[in-house]
């Protein structure tokens, strides 16, 4: 089964996905089964590494606090939007970071870049530098110290 099906999970979720965007209907479902099919053996060529959390309880932690985050970060941007006020100080921030894992900091990336006025721009493996870009670096907490506290530390204990 595994040999036909080597990503169940991925499958399901293609599959899943492409009811919801298209009607359903059965020639839906049967194609959406097909690209899942593929999908699931394009990943398996791939060869992605197996992602071994040490600690997976912390991740609906990790969760909360991103979509917290996001809310509030949401809520800012467009304040700052609709005042008209436009961004105080807009900048770029370098961040030392701590993680190694390579599934840790794609996690790391998709959390900075779905915050509003924020963006992942460059990480530097070998010095393990993060440049992170900010709508507004002005008031409120050091962008540095919210990403190393809130999401690396976490990361951390999840995955190291």
């Known amino acids: ?5 080597p990503h169940p999970i991925l499958t399901a979720a293609v599959i899943g996905m492409w009811i919801l965007l298209n009607q359903p209907s059965l020639g839906h479902l049967l194609l959406g089964g097909l690209v899942g099919i593929i999908a699931g053996k394009a990943m398996s060529a791939l060869r992605p590494p197996k992602v ?11 969760a909360g606090r991103v979509l917290y985050d996001v809310a509030e970060s949401n809520v800012v941007v467009a304040r700052q939007i609709l005042s008209g006020a436009g961004p105080r100080a807009p900048g770029f921030v370098e961040i030392r970071l701590r993680l190694r894992d390579p599934f840790a900091l794609a996690i790391l990336a998709t959390i900075v870049t779905s915050m509003p006025g924020s963006a992942w721009v ?3 493996r070998a010095s393990s530098r993060l440049l992170l870009h900010a709508l507004d670096l002005g008031e409120g907490p050091d962008l540095a110290v919210v990403v190393r506290e809130r999401y690396e530390s976490l990361l951390l204990e999840i995955f190291q």
């Open 1 to 5: 089964m595994m040999r036909h099906l």
């Open 52 to 62: 071994r959390p040490r600690k997976w309880w912390l991740m609906p932690v990790l």
């Open 122 to 124: 460059k990480y530097d």
